[in-house]
């Protein structure tokens, strides 16, 4: 494992957000959920989309609040346009189980 700095690290903007939308996204090559996450005024709204159809469907996914890092560059994925990456762990499948805070916290926070 390669060891980065603590100066490193704060270059990753890693926020709290909502899911305020969620959709199928068939066209995707593995099976993957589009989502519309609102990260509170100073950031807005932000698109992606993501292989969590093991344990998430479009409709359990609206409210929940996730982690996501906001200051990597727009990436196409096929008909989407990838604003932020959201943040999971494998489950003992391989299945993306994603991260999110355990108690109410504003959105837009930033993960110190």
Known sequence: ?????????LKVDIRVGQIV????????????IK?????GPEIGERKTSA????????E???GKRVMAVV????RQIGP??????VLGVP???GAVVLLSPDQDVPLGGRMH
Do not use: C, G, Q
């Open 1 to 9: 494992m390669a060891e980065i700095s603590f100066d490193d690290f």
């Open 21 to 32: 939308r969620a959709e199928p996204f068939p066209e995707a090559r593995k099976p993957a």
């Open 35 to 39: 989502m519309w996450i609102d990260f």
């Open 51 to 58: 292989h969590v159809t093991v344990h998430y469907t479009p």
């Open 60 to 62: 359990s996914l609206v």
């Open 71 to 74: 200051n990597f560059p727009p």
């Open 80 to 85: 989407v346009r990838s604003e932020v990456l």
């Open 91 to 93: 489950d003992a499948e």
